[in-house]
């Protein structure tokens, strides 16, 4: 069993930050990527950011220049760094991870986390 746990939501006005953060325990041989969904009401999820064990990043053309994503020093952690946030920022945020364990490479999804831009 693998589990994400994540953190960091909340209300900030707009322009503000937030961090958001995600920690996957359990059964783990490999992390494969780690990154963050987003989806409003009545809106598909999309793709905000992701990581990948070299480092690299893909973001969201909506986001980039403002969010960032990391790694923590812990293993199977990840950071969103949300700056200048707008109220079309309002979602409900999940981590999610590629992991590879004894069933092979499989997808989890944390609980969700919610996001509220508004003055």
Do not use: H
């Amino acid at each position: 069993q693998v589990q994400l746990v994540e953190s960091g939501g909340g209300l900030v006005q707009p322009g503000g930050s937030l961090r958001l953060s995600c920690a996957a325990s359990g059964s783990i041989f490999s992390t494969y990527a780690m990154g963050w969904y987003r989806q409003a009401p009545g809106k598909q999820r999309e793709l905000v950011a992701v990581i990948f064990p070299d480092g690299s990043t893909n973001y969201a053309d909506s986001v980039k220049g403002r969010f960032t994503i990391s790694r923590g020093n812990a293993k199977n952690t990840v950071y969103l760094q949300m700056n200048s946030l707008k109220p079309e920022d309002s979602s409900v945020y999940y981590c999610y991870a590629r992991i590879v364990n004894i069933a092979g490479l499989e997808t989890y999804w944390g609980q969700g986390t919610q996001v509220t831009v508004s003055s």
